[in-house]
Nanobody, 124 residues
Framework: QLQASGGGLVQAGDSLRLSCAAS????????VAWFRQAPGKEREFVAGIKGNGGAAFYSSSAKDRFTISRDNNQNTMYVQMNGLKPEDTAVYYC???????????????????WGQGTEVTVSS
């Protein structure tokens, strides 16, 4: 199970850190990622990180503003979001999967487990 938290209402330019706590003893072997879905839009990839401290991947909109990280000892993943913009407003979901490679890390259907989502609203 995945439990996301940390969303809220912020102003443009502010920062937020989202957290996602995972249950289970094999967390470190999973690729984990953050996706987001704005009203009326499809779910889109934000950032992902391979298991065991592997490489991180970002969407073009997240690169240089967001940082994904994970603490395998705490079974927790994070995304630090800086310089938030109104277009970042969405429900953010954490996801985890085991058989994900570089070419599929941005594809929602590649992930087996999803958190419930945490809402981020950025006012202008």
């Amino acid at each position: 199970q995945l439990q996301a938290s940390g969303g809220g209402l912020v102003q443009a330019g502010d920062s937020l850190r989202l957290s996602c706590a995972a249950s289970g003893r094999t967390f470190r072997s999973y690729t984990v990622a953050w996706f987001r879905q704005a009203p009326g839009k499809e779910r889109e990839f934000v950032a992902g990180i391979k298991g065991n401290g592997g490489a991180a991947f970002y969407s073009s909109s997240a690169k240089d503003r967001f940082t994904i990280s994970r603490d395998n000892n705490q079974n927790t993943m994070y995304v630090q979001m800086n310089g938030l913009k109104p277009e970042d407003t969405a429900v953010y979901y954490c996801a985890a999967g085991q058989t994900i490679i570089k070419t599929t890390i941005r594809i929602p259907t590649a992930y087996h487990y999803w958190g419930q989502g945490t809402e981020v609203t950025v006012s202008s």
